[in-house]
């Protein structure tokens, strides 16, 4: 039997996940070319143009089951992926739009290469003004190392199991086309000062000057004209954002021809000191408990990408529903609309930057951290996976467009460069390097181990015994892993073979021993500084099934109930 998520059997494969899919940068015109491509592989040489070509459903990415193929892209081979359609040219500069392709790719349009990507994680734009036509055909030709190469890759693996998943290449996220009038706002960034009432705005484009609108609700609350890069909002009276009250500003910039619309948020993320002297974590000044789920970002049927729009929002609104206020998302960058939906609904979240490097030392970054030694100096580049200068100078490159691409959305409060030792490099400098370029959110320099005493984080993961809060620095105490327990939901996951930290077979046991866990190893060390935790994990992933979400999503293991009341406990021990 094929195990398929509850709305696989809903999505139209003509026209899939066809929201628009920046939300930060909306304009009118937009054209959605998901649906039914066409794919070929080869050994590296050009495709055949008649021959063996077989269908694909764009945005599921290539092995993924609603995709409609059964294999994977392996090294040294080349994936061309192609469709046909029509468009009506407008007298507007046509920009053809990438959400993400899985690893690297040239785009070639009616014949002419109209660009190049290198990185599977972050959205590209091209003009193509001058090659579209009224029938036309997309070319992609891409290539995909996965974790044997130089971009990042996440949990992805050629040789995968245990806590490592299938690999998947190509398109795996929303193609689309946007008209662009003569004078227009091509790029935004926002940056929110809570202590001061303003908004920095930097603005791109080809206008000659801007209308800038504001409104809280229906209530007019700022407007302004420039014709600079930069401008200042400015507010009478700020509203704050939280996961209790997720409120968001409606912004509308005005050039000569166009108004796009876009959003902000006003919060601050920082910390303090509480009566006893512990570092506490702050959201707008005051202390918060960062109770969350670690997210893989993986869907049964869809691999890295969700089957619709609705499986995003059931899943965010079953989170706060439990009780979470934060999710961190582990290893991977989701699509834009996902951190648009946490902003909507309240959700922090902290950001990894997907891994790369390798092959990992087992010795150094598995079984010695987990017995005791977790600490290791990460200028030994070639036991800890970077020993080569063009892989940590490639980590840079993707490490810098993930952060641009992600900077607007007011849920993200933390960044995290480095997970467990893989990949890790010059920790201390790449934080400095993250702090120097986003002075608003905080940073996880080293989730796990191999903490380097840089960033904001005391951060430990914790599985194979009792968790006791470390010796306190001057940085908030955070449980960034534990737990893990595994119980299999027959018929709703899909194990080769199981793995987890420890093993139940009876779900009323697996509850009992989840939520004595956080008890445990949670509330108990509250008082004595930790300020968050985030429990191993919000779904199971193929062998791991250690989620609180079965596979396909259909089945909640834990008692929604109880979770949500041990949560609330949680935050009112930090007040």
Not at 125 to 143: G, H
Not at 257 to 266: C, D, L, N, R
Not at 380 to 385: H, Q, S
Not at 412 to 420: G, L, R
């Amino acid at each position: 039997m094929t195990l398929l998520s509850p709305w696989a059997k809903h999505i139209d494969f003509d026209d899939p996940l066809n929201e628009y899919p920046r939300m930060q940068l909306q304009r009118g015109s937009f054209t959605s070319l998901n649906g039914i491509w066409e794919f070929m592989i080869t050994d590296g040489s050009e495709p055949d143009r008649n021959d063996n070509w077989s269908h694909i459903v764009v945005p599921f990415a290539l092995g993924s089951k609603l995709s409609g193929t059964d294999r994977n892209l392996m090294p040294g081979e080349t994936l061309w992926m192609r469709k046909s359609f029509d468009y009506t040219p407008k007298d507007h500069t046509v920009v053809l739009n990438f959400e993400a392709v899985d690893q690297s790719c040239v785009v070639y349009l009616n014949g002419f290469e109209v660009g190049r990507h290198v990185g599977g994680y972050t959205p590209f734009s091209m003009d193509v003004s001058q090659v579209i036509q009224s029938s036309n055909e997309l070319l992609v030709k891409i290539t995909d190392d996965t974790d044997q190469g130089l971009c990042a890759y996440g949990k992805q693996k050629i040789n995968h199991g245990g806590m490592f998943y299938t690999p998947s290449a190509g398109i795996w996220q929303t193609v689309w086309l946007e008209d662009l009038p003569a004078y227009a706002v091509t790029d935004i960034k926002l940056t929110p000062d809570y202590d001061n009432k303003a908004v920095y705005v930097r603005l791109a484009g080809t206008y000659t000057q801007v209308v800038v609108t504001v409104f809280a609700g229906d209530e007019l609350v700022h407007r302004g004209i420039t014709n600079k890069q930069d401008y200042t909002i400015t507010l009478k009276e700020v509203h704050a954002w939280s996961p209790s009250d997720p409120f968001l500003y409606t912004l509308y910039l005005q050039t000569e021809e166009e108004t796009v619309k876009s959003y902000f948020a006003m919060r601050k993320f920082g910390s303090s000191r509480d009566a006893r002297g512990n570092v506490r974590f702050t959201l707008n000044g005051e202390p918060l408990f960062l109770s969350g789920l670690l997210d893989q970002g993986y869907s049964v049927d869809g691999l890295m990408t969700y089957p619709s729009e609705d499986a995003m929002r059931y899943e965010l609104k079953k989170v706060k529903e439990m009780g979470f206020n934060m999710l961190r998302k582990h290893v991977k960058v989701e699509c834009r609309r996902w951190y648009y939906l946490c902003d909507v609904y309240g959700i922090l979240v902290m950001q990894d930057i997907p891994n790369g490097g390798g092959p990992i030392d087992k010795l150094h970054n598995m079984v010695l951290p987990t017995i005791g030694y977790r600490t290791y100096s990460d200028s030994n580049y070639e036991v800890l996976g970077r020993p080569e200068e063009e892989q940590r100078n490639a980590y840079y490159q993707e490490l810098l467009m993930i952060l641009d691409t992600l900077y607007n959305f007011p849920c993200i409060f933390a960044w995290v460069p480095f997970n467990e030792g893989w990949g890790q490099f010059d920790s201390a400098e790449v934080t400095a390097a993250i702090m120097k370029y986003d002075t608003t959110r905080l940073v996880d320099s080293a989730s796990g181990w191999h903490d380097n005493g840089a960033g904001d984080f005391n951060s430990r993961h914790c599985y194979f015994r009792r968790f006791r809060a470390p010796r306190p620095d001057d940085r908030i105490m955070l449980l960034s892993e534990f737990g893990g327990y595994t119980y299999y939901e027959q018929g709703h996951s899909e194990p080769e073979k199981l793995y987890g930290y420890k093993q139940f077979r009876d779900k009323a046991k697996w509850n009992e021993a989840v939520l004595e866990a956080f008890a445990r190893d949670v509330l108990k060390n509250i008082p004595k500084g930790l300020s968050g935790a985030i429990y191993t994990q919000l779904s199971d992933v193929e062998d791991e099934c250690n989620g609180l979400f079965s596979a396909d999503r259909r089945v909640l293991k834990i008692d929604e109930r109880k979770i949500r009341r041990l949560n609330e406990r949680c935050y009112r021990s930090v007040k």
